[in-house]
């Protein structure tokens, strides 16, 4: 795969973030059935930009989240989804993320 298939992953998390409204629940599909950062809440869609030393711009889309009791994390846009999944439901949705980006 390569970035063709990269390009297509983000700009589907693109449209498919900007469907989320604050206080929706969410699922972050790429982390375990333990991982406390795997169901929470949205808060908030970010594009953060840095430069290299060439003045070369770079943007990394973020969704912030939280668990609904204080705690805040930012997960990459791509492996976050709209409404409390399952996990294997988690890991359907993955297989082309992980795919497009390592294989």
Known sequence: M?????LDVLN???DRIKQINFGDPVTNVCAGEG???RLGFFCEYKIKTTKNRF???HKT???RCTDGHGKFWEADIEIIFAGHLGY???TELFKPI???HYE
């Open 2 to 6: 390569g970035m063709h298939e990269r």
């Open 12 to 14: 589907k998390a693109k």
């Open 35 to 37: 991982n406390p950062n």
């Open 55 to 57: 003045k070369v711009e």
């Open 61 to 63: 889309h973020l969704a």
């Open 88 to 90: 294997e439901k988690c």
């Open 98 to 100: 992980w795919s497009a």
